[in-house]
């Protein structure tokens, strides 16, 4: 019997000596290797914090004990440490453990994450209430070097060091993100190591370390990179009110359980920030040698690394080559991204035009009116970020792009349900919270070959911002030698005539409707017609009047929660039309859905063809 076959809760982990922690180490990271070999999901990071995890459920009496995890990319083995071990294999499935860290999955999970640079904000308001309540438990967070350089990370540091309560912040600073973490952050010394003060420096860190125990300060002299971590920790962190400490080997488990007995004994106090270098993928040479460190993976063979992934094109392909064909042919067309190239299409944008490609790391915010910036001096931007994490930069998508009618262009993917990675990741919202806004142009695509154009035509929109939402998804109907088709703003098309019944579909749902169709003629006798709006604003109010005159049902379709497209349909057809017809709306439940593949996902919500049957068989009774 393995040691980590004894271990069902971290109490289990507690008994164990040193010697047998490393033998754990190694088992557990061997677990969950296989273990997302089989499933899928963010293998890297969690194999570069297996020493940190078993260190931290060593040390630390969880759950009493609260360890916060950032973004939760890193928490496979924290969760097969926790009681949950015997489940791993439905990390990531119907009904089965999500990806991230989740309250109402377990009690050693104290808050949950999926978005990042929050770990440190929630430290701090656990600290907080645990002080105001008299009770006495630690609180640690552990935080990405990708996640730290985003606004809402120092918000919570200043804070943190402002109020001097007694918490631990982790970094761990694997180098990498997702993307390589880019910003001044990273280059926060730059200056001052090449200013004849740099040999002061040094020699001041080379006094400082000799005091140091010898663990600490070997790994600190290893490179020039470590140095200026030192130089770092006693600038910018200290000046924040935090008392750091590193860098740290953060794979030397018998360093980190000494620094970590020693913050539980108090003989650390206050804030402290401790710095961990480690590697992600460690320990699996495939993720190693990977260029991004198999952060986000499909199932794969153990023995080569590689990964079962469809070869067809996506709707992010699509993006990524028809930016590089507009490119070619206006100069003044640069991308942006938010730390995801990859994930967005663009990491061929940047290898081929990589002075008109700018990745900002985790800051959406200041992407948004970055962009909004560029447009001020004629140079147009798309902006390619995830629909669930341009949630972050609502306020600058109103006040600083809308508000001034700036012409930027937003290249919203993972809109809709996203399957696997659950409800913090899907793109329930945009279409509700762009098209309540003026000023705006809100356009989603029926296929590859649509969304093509749709990038051509946001290129000519020189007025006001536009936005384009695109699922995960094969692209289907593209051609990228085909020319580019003119699209008239606001303009939809029918693509299926017929009678009393009519779809008005948004999106890539549109084989979806001509499912329900067939049912609808194959019980009923009757042949609907099928709009493809193209547009959730403006809406084609000319196509909609056109079809009042043989249609008495109207049936709007879209892969958003309630308030989007529809909206704008039932604002037209209650408040301009006076013969109004039956309406019935399909979009998304009004509940967050969880993990699952993405055709469950359309039953649990209703926007399947045989329950839009249903829905269109009472309004066929009304009438």
């Keep these: 019997m393995s040691i980590l076959d004894k271990i069902k809760f971290p109490k289990d982990l507690r008994k164990l000596s040193i010697s047998d922690l490393k033998t754990l180490n190694d088992e557990l990271r061997t677990y969950t290797i296989e273990a997302v070999s089989k499933t899928g999901g963010h293998l890297g990071a969690s194999l570069g914090v297996v020493e940190l995890t078993v260190a931290l459920h060593y040390v630390f ?142 020699d001041i860190v080379k006094n400082f370390t000799k005091q140091l125990p010898n663990e600490v300060s070997n790994f600190a002299k290893k490179t020039e990179r470590n140095l200026k971590g030192y130089l770092t920790g006693n600038t910018l962190f200290e000046e924040l ?100 190239p990859s994930g967005t299409g663009l990491d061929k944008f940047q290898e081929i035009y990589p002075d008109r490609f700018y990745d900002v790391g985790i800051a959406e915010q200041h992407a948004v009116t970055f962009a909004g910036g560029m447009t001020t001096e004629s140079i147009k931007p798309f ?64 296929s590859g070959e649509e969304l093509k154009n749709m990038i051509n035509l946001s290129l000519s929109i020189k007025d006001r911002p536009s936005a384009i939402r695109y699922p995960r998804d094969l692209a289907g109907d593209y051609d990228i030698k085909k020319p580019f088709q003119y699209i008239k703003i606001g303009k939809g098309k029918i693509v299926k005539k017929g009678k009393r019944i009519a779809f008005l579909n948004l999106g890539t749902r549109l084989k979806q409707v001509f499912e329900t169709s067939k049912l609808i003629k194959d019980q009923f006798k009757i042949e609907s017609t099928i709009v493809d709006m193209r547009f959730a604003k403006p809406i084609d109010k000319l196509i909609i009047k056109s079809l009042l005159k043989n249609h008495d049902i109207f049936i709007t379709i879209e892969e958003n929660a309630i308030g989007g497209f529809s909206s704008q349909v039932n604002d037209f057809l209650l408040n301009s039309i006076s013969n109004t017809p039956k309406i019935s709306n399909i979009f998304m439940k009004d509940e967050f859905i969880d993990q699952s593949d993405i055709g469950d996902q359309y039953l649990q919500s209703g926007i399947s063809p045989e329950l839009i049957l249903k829905r269109v068989s009472k309004l066929l009774k009304q009438l």
């Design 383 to 446: 902006v390619a970020i995830y629909s669930t994490f341009l949630q972050r930069a609502y306020d600058q998508i109103i006040h600083d792009i809308a508000l001034q009618s700036l012409p930027v262009r937003f290249l919203i993917d993972r809109s809709g349900f996203v399957g696997a990675d659950g409800a913090t990741h899907a793109g329930s919202f945009d279409l509700t919270y762009l098209s309540c806004l003026p000023n705006f142009v809100v356009m989603a695509p029926s």
């Design 241 to 340: 009110g935090l008392n750091y400490i590193g860098p740290i080997d953060g794979h030397n488990l018998e360093l980190l359980v000494q620094l970590f007995q020693k913050y539980k004994e108090k003989e650390l106090h206050g804030p402290v920030f401790l710095h961990l270098i480690t590697e992600k993928g460690k320990g699996y040479a495939p993720a190693e040698n990977s260029k991004d460190k198999f952060h986000g993976v499909s199932s794969f063979d153990v023995k080569t690394g590689i990964q079962n992934k469809s070869k067809d094109k996506t709707y992010t392909n699509v993006v990524s080559d028809t930016l590089l064909k507009i490119a070619k042919k206006d100069k003044k067309v640069v991308a942006i991204s938010a730390a995801m």
């Design 61 to 202: 009496n969880t759950p009493s004990d609260k360890i916060v995890w950032d973004v939760g990319h890193q928490t496979y083995p924290h969760k097969i440490l926790t009681g949950r071990k015997n489940n791993i294999l439905t990390l990531r499935k119907k009904n089965g453990l999500s990806g991230f860290t989740k309250r109402s999955e377990s009690i050693y999970d104290p808050f949950g994450a999926a978005h990042s640079s929050t770990s440190v904000s929630a430290n701090l308001g656990i600290t907080v209430a645990r002080d105001l309540l008299n009770k006495n438990f630690d609180v640690v967070s552990v935080i990405g070097d990708g996640a730290i350089s985003a606004g809402m990370a120092f918000e919570g540091l200043n804070n943190i060091g402002h109020l001097n309560k007694n918490s631990l912040i982790v970094l761990n600073d694997n180098e990498m993100s997702i993307a390589q973490p880019v910003g001044a952050m990273s280059k926060y010394l730059v200056n001052l190591l090449s200013s004849k003060t740099y040999e002061n420096f040094r």
